[in-house]
DNA sequence: GTGCGATGTATCGGTCCGATACATCGCGGC
DNA sequence: GCCGCGATGTATCGGACCGATACATCGCAC
């Protein structure tokens, strides 16, 4: 999961690690707490020595600049290459079962506008069939094994209950969406470097009617 | 989390690791998946090591019966013992930051009916702030940052507010609830009048931190 | 009798977290 | 002037938990 997030981060610009998790927490705020240096090194440093990520030179914004007064120990850069964007898409292109699951459909989702269409479809389609089973398991706790449970017990399994509802619906929404809306897949863009703020997926935007 | 949950359920009968990890889907499942063996075993020898648990005899509910026909290797019964009664009360009275977070609380809440009021609205409210936090976050980002980000992101964003939303009304009213002492009744729930919550104060005699 | 799904115990490698350490930078206060 | 302090920044270590896998028994249907 890590590794496909910093994969896809770093299409949109290269990045230290520091930077890369203020935007991984910000993108994937959503669904998942911050993530820690723990992991987010140790993976950089993994991906860098299967060479899908590399060093980038600090760039000296305006060349000349405060070379080494001290021995500044500089923040280590990371740019994605060619290999590791074929991984990201391969990443994309297996997306399985394991996808399906809160923090995997989580971060594929926040990934969408580098995704194509069918996949997108597939994800939704799996990610709504697994929530509609643990539904379905909530219902037969709540309605077969009741008087086993405690009334917290229960008020949990309500609220959870309600939240698989509603994120059904939400999907419900999202596939329509996909299914009748154009889907202009966003390029993987082979080596053309610099950010585009392309926001063309016409999406699931205009979903506007949100409660009052 | 995995300790916790554990010396919880043995409180209520002595299980072995398969009816264990299934009584735990089932009381759980509303906010996390099925736990995995991986972690459960060895979670249960480390339990008994320390002494919190023990193994319990295979009861043959018959006595004579069936010795040693084949060297059956027999289901692995446990129990919980004094001290891993102990321990669970400590757990409990502890709850701090780490009790906030999706799955601390949700394992805890699972508990409350052994929690003491004055704890349950600790955990409560900690959790209630922490969901502020987190709801604060998102819309933070999505009034700032909005331009950022493609459409995708943004409407997992907007799910993500939605849902901290409703977490917080939800809180808010178990809170109220608590405050004015009865049972954990969300309005519109099925029984008439909240079933009496019972909070069994667990067999005789051990624990002392109980409050009706 | 044979296959097959549920029951049941167990291990292994790998991912990720939380705590911790340490160093630099810019800023306001004394 | 210089001191603390919070933000920036890189890094490691132990431990929790997962997913895959292995293997054995039981009951039942075919």
């Known amino acids: 999961m890590l590794e496909f997030a910093i994969l896809g981060l770093l299409q949109e610009s290269p990045m230290h690690g520091y930077e890369l998790r203020k935007e991984l ?41 405060v070379p080494a007064l001290t021995s500044r120990r500089g923040r280590v850069v ?4 060619a290999e590791g964007k074929e991984r990201f898409a391969q990443l ?15 971060v ?26 643990r ?9 077969r094994a009741a008087e086993r449970l405690d009334a917290y017990t229960l008020e949990l399994q ?5 939240a ?3 994120e059904v619906r939400w999907l419900e929404e999202l596939i329509a969406n996909e299914r009748s809306g154009r889907a202009p897949t966003v390029p993987n863009t082979g080596t053309a470097g610099g950010r585009r703020e392309d926001n063309s997926p016409p999406p699931p935007g205009e979903t506007r009617n949100e409660r009052p």
Not at 97 to 104: L, Q
Not at 158 to 162: A, F, N, Q, S
């Open 25 to 65: 927490t910000a993108k994937l705020g959503a669904i998942r707490a911050a993530i820690s240096y723990g992991s987010l090194y140790p993976t950089l440093r993994r991906l860098q020595a299967v060479g899908w990520i590399t060093e980038a030179a600090e760039t000296p914004a305006t060349a000349e600049e």
């Open 78 to 81: 990371y740019k994605i290459t």
């Open 135 to 143: 539904r379905e398991g909530l219902r037969d706790v709540l309605g």
């Open 108 to 133: 594929h989702f926040a990934f969408f506008a580098r995704t194509d269409q069918a996949t997108r479809l597939r994800i939704l389609e799996g990610r709504r069939r697994k929530i509609e089973e």
């Open 92 to 106: 994309i292109a297996q997306a399985g079962p394991e996808t399906y699951d809160d923090t995997g459909f989580g």
């Open 164 to 166: 698989c509802e509603r």
């Open 158 to 162: 309500r609220h959870g209950l309600d």
